[in-house]
């Protein structure tokens, strides 16, 4: 599998492998040997399993980017890595095509979720009962940044939020920076994952 990746990815000067491992703990070792910006993650590995090298790397290299890729498509696996800090989340089976899309989309903070696991979070959403405003105090959203982080959940850019609720990109983007400094979180990711937390996101 991964030298299947290595070939699929290493096209510099656009993309350059840099290193390889084989488990959780050989994941973080390689991280000091040099400048990385992305990691591929599989979830299940020998030793340290795939969510707890990405908090790993994630704690120690914040400017650093996981993208998982594995099999599992189910809440339990896809909640535990988010939460983890990995901006994105592919299935195996993915084309080149669009793994080298979530690659440069997680390069640049964009959070990559695949259709499927996009699809799984907003059924979780529709079925799920809205927050009491009462209960949440300063985590209320105004219904704007509500409808952005409903829409982040399908996995869309801010350009495509910024179409379908017909507003600017630059509107967009300062919707979900209010929504990240009210839930004190870093990204858009996490952004998710508090959702989660709060019940905008039912996990059950």
Known sequence: MRIGLRTLIHHPPVFTVTGEAGDGNAAIRAMELGAVDVVLMDLQMPGINGVHATAEITRRWPSVRVLVMTAFAALDAIVPALRAGA????LKGATRAELLQAIRGVATGTTVLEPRVAGLLVSSLQRSPRPRPDTLGSEVLTPREAEAVAHLAQGMSNAEIA???????????????SVARKWSVRDRTQILIRAAEIGMIHLG
């Open 87 to 90: 901006s994105g989340y592919l």
């Open 163 to 177: 179409r379908a609720i017909n507003i600017s990109e630059a509107t967009v983007k300062s919707h979900l920076g």
